[in-house]
């Protein structure tokens, strides 16, 4: 094998593994890119082109992951950094900021009983409650309710554990307190 | 209600979502994805690509064209105003290559509260290459031409014509200029500083 082969085998096995990767990871990471996105905005549109934003972001990045953090860890730094500039632009274009009010209405009389309705209901009430929390609390929240530990929030974010759960007690007070609010407004 | 029972509730509620697809299904969307990913990676890199290109072929057209004009410069003041605008051009070139004429592209795989540190430094970067408009890139092209426009008025005087055509020069160039300078220091320099507070307002 000369050296052109050589080097042009050693790119296409290297692109393999970087699609290899990305995909793995969209399939693992999907569901939790999407639950992030619905915190960043609200408009439907809008969360579909933020996780599409953060797969970009992610397929620049893999060839410059050389393992100093967890997979995990710089997965999430990566969507949280990328739908922090996306989601200003996205405000900026104005759909998000006309689309707040998109909250389902309380059931219908005749869906009182459709759990799986009102278990929606209920998790777009604790998306925005989230979305109404300061960009730093909105983070920590999603990454202890994506079952991240302190030790991981703490990589991601920079915080210290002790911050961090300083931060959560109060955060998931707050949380609480509106989702009991909302269920009494629905009864 | 205890603490405990209630963040379940909570993760319940975070995990509550239409049931996942099938892995055939996720093979899909995650194929659909890639090809989404390549085709918007290729794209910008083309369109970066283009506007390097184009800054730098419209400085080389500016300083090809004002160099021809300082070499048939009819009298010496003119022709130092031409060398001027025709340096004004390699200078821009050299500036916006040097410091990058959009926003440069951050690690997004750094820690949060860093990678915040470097977004609002960043912006701060823009605001201020915005505002220094006037001197890398208006000023010295605007000497040229007024040194040129000088030239020609006093050629014109000195040969019993009327000046008005270098006092009319002078005027177009101040107005486009004006209007260049209103749209960096004034509207660039907004937009940024909209960014920024944006940005401010979600931490």
């Given at each position: 094998m000369d050296g052109a082969e050589a080097s042009t085998r050693a790119v296409s096995d290297s692109d393999r593994g970087r699609r290899e990767t990305f995909l793995r990871l969209i399939s693992e990471y999907r569901g939790a890119m999407r639950r992030l996105a619905a915190v960043y905005v609200n408009d439907s549109r809008d969360r579909e082109d933020l996780v599409q934003e953060i797969a970009v972001a992610l397929w620049q990045a893999i060839p410059k992951f050389?393992?100093?953090?967890s997979e995990r860890t710089w997965l999430y730094r990566i969507a949280h950094n990328t739908a922090i500039t996306a989601s200003t632009k996205l405000r900026r274009r104005g759909r998000t900021e006309s689309a707040v009010d998109e909250v389902p209405d309380p059931p219908a009389e005749s869906t009182h009983g459709d759990k799986q309705l009102i278990d929606s209901q209920k998790r777009e009430w604790l998306m925005r409650a989230i979305r109404e929390l300061g960009a730093v609390d909105r983070q920590i929240v999603t990454l202890h309710l994506e079952e991240l530990s302190y030790r991981e929030i703490q990589e991601i974010t920079g915080m210290t554990e002790g911050a961090i759960a300083t931060r959560l007690t109060r955060i998931r007070e707050r949380l609480a307190e509106q989702i009991r609010k909302q269920e009494v407004e629905l009864r | 209600m205890s603490q405990e029972p209630m963040n379940d509730k909570l993760n319940d509620l975070w995990r509550s979502e239409a049931p996942s697809s099938s892995r055939l299904q996720k093979e899909k969307e995650g194929e659909d994805m890639l090809t989404m990913v390549i085709e918007r990676t290729r794209k910008f890199d083309r369109r970066i690509l283009l506007r390097n290109v184009r800054e730098v072929v419209a400085a080389a057209i500016v300083t090809g064209i004002f160099a021809w004009f300082a070499w048939k410069a009819p009298a010496g003041l003119e022709r130092i105003g031409d060398v001027i605008v025709a340096a004004s051009g390699v200078w821009i070139t050299f500036y916006l290559l040097r410091s990058g004429s959009g926003p440069r592209a951050l690690?997004?795989?750094?820690n949060l509260n860093a990678y915040g540190q470097l977004l609002h430094e960043s912006y701060d970067r823009e605001v201020r290459l915005a505002r220094s408009v006037k001197y890398w890139y208006l000023l010295p092209m605007y000497v040229g031409l007024a040194v040129v426009s000088l030239g020609m008025g006093l050629r014109l005087h000195g040969a019993g014509q009327s000046a008005r055509p270098a006092v009319v020069s002078m005027v177009i160039v101040t107005v486009g200029f004006g209007l260049v300078w209103i749209l960096n220091e004034v509207y660039a320099v907004r937009c940024l500083e909209k960014l920024k507070r944006e940005l401010a307002g979600m931490e």
């Open positions: 050389r393992g100093e953090a | 690690d997004p795989g750094m």
